[in-house]
């Protein structure tokens, strides 16, 4: 444990996570469940990279970002699920400061990449549905790759800042987190010093990572409903909200829980509220969005189609 002289301030050297439960046998069901969910995870998100990187008919903007988004669920539910499912293993959840930060970071990270993903997504749903003969002009490979590069340095920046001030606040020997792993507001919450500038940084962070983008997504998509109902045929109509459909889903469900939680000041979101926040995002919805976009998108699912008959035929 290290020590602030004068101040007699103290940084602890690991944390004590309570987890959700202390109950042996519901740990051991957790195991199991989370277990399998994060396989599920790795194996959808990992088969909708393989879909895109073999079939050149999905070698479109859309699939570009989708790809992204697939490599985001991938790394994000990798930086805390399996530090979990230990977790469920053992009597005493204890985690290094070290990699609580690291941890904090990476989830930081890949969590404000994926709002901004899902922002660029909406713009290209948008050329898509509202300016169809100009998509391929305006969508054109430079613009994808600058708008998932921005994505992703705004998402790291984001996290670098948020981690350094996080993790710098002391706690003054208190160690025990009541949550499922290191998460902002716990860390937060357990600091003895004055943490109004890291409240005032949370909500100007979750302005730029959640509440921008989401506008963002709400103006594209006001604008995505009003060039439907414009379209005169039923078919033409159903076409285009096909189009659009898959991504509504994901950012209904990613933006809803996060802006109730994130954007509320001075911490108002209960332990529990917050657990349940990061086991959503950590555990559901990266297991969520590949169900989602193969099961909506018909591309998608001609393209699983056709890598299975080509798999069936080299067996043969």
């Known amino acids: 444990m290290s020590q602030l002289g004068r101040h007699n301030v103290t940084w602890v050297s690991e944390f004590i996570l309570m987890g959700l439960s202390s109950d042996r046998q519901t740990q051991a069901g957790l195991f199991v469940l989370f277990g399998a969910t994060y396989l599920l995870t790795l194996l959808g998100n990992g088969l909708i990279l393989l879909l895109i990187w073999l079939d050149v008919r999905l070698h479109l903007p859309m699939y570009f970002f989708l790809c992204h988004l697939s490599l985001v669920d991938i790394c994000y539910t990798s930086s805390g699920v399996p530090q979990m499912l230990v977790h469920f293993l053992l009597e005493k959840k ?3 400061f070290a990699r609580c930060g690291t941890q904090l970071f990476f989830s930081l990270a890949l969590a404000g990449t994926e709002f901004l993903l899902l922002a660029a997504m909406a713009y290209d749903r948008y050329v898509a549905v509202c300016d169809p003969l100009c ?5 054109r490979p430079r613009l994808c790759v600058a708008l998932a590069a921005v994505s992703w340095l705004v998402g790291l920046a984001n996290s670098a800042m948020q981690t350094a001030l996080t993790m710098h606040l002391p706690t003054c020997g208190h160690n025990v987190l009541n949550h499922v792993a290191c998460e902002t507001l716990a860390l937060v919450r357990l600091a003895c010093v004055d943490v109004t500038f890291n409240q005032v940084v949370i909500v100007a962070s979750s302005v730029v990572v959640l509440l921008v983008p989401g506008c963002l997504v709400s103006l594209s998509y006001t604008h995505i409903i009003v060039a439907i109902l414009r379209i005169r045929s039923t078919q033409g109509r159903r076409k285009a ?6 991504h509504l889903t994901v950012v209904s469900i990613s933006y809803g829980m996060a802006l109730f939680t994130y954007m509320q000041p001075r911490s108002m979101a209960s332990a529990e509220q917050e657990k349940v926040v990061v086991l959503f995002y950590a555990v559901v919805t990266p297991m969520l969005n590949p169900l989602i976009y193969s099961l909506r998108n018909k591309d998608v699912k001609a393209a699983l189609s056709r890598v299975l008959m ?7």
């Open 94 to 96: 204890t985690i290094s």
């Open 310 to 316: 080509m798999s069936s035929e080299l067996k043969h």
């Open 241 to 246: 909200f096909r189009t659009c459909a898959s």
């Open 135 to 139: 998509y391929i002009a305006v969508m």
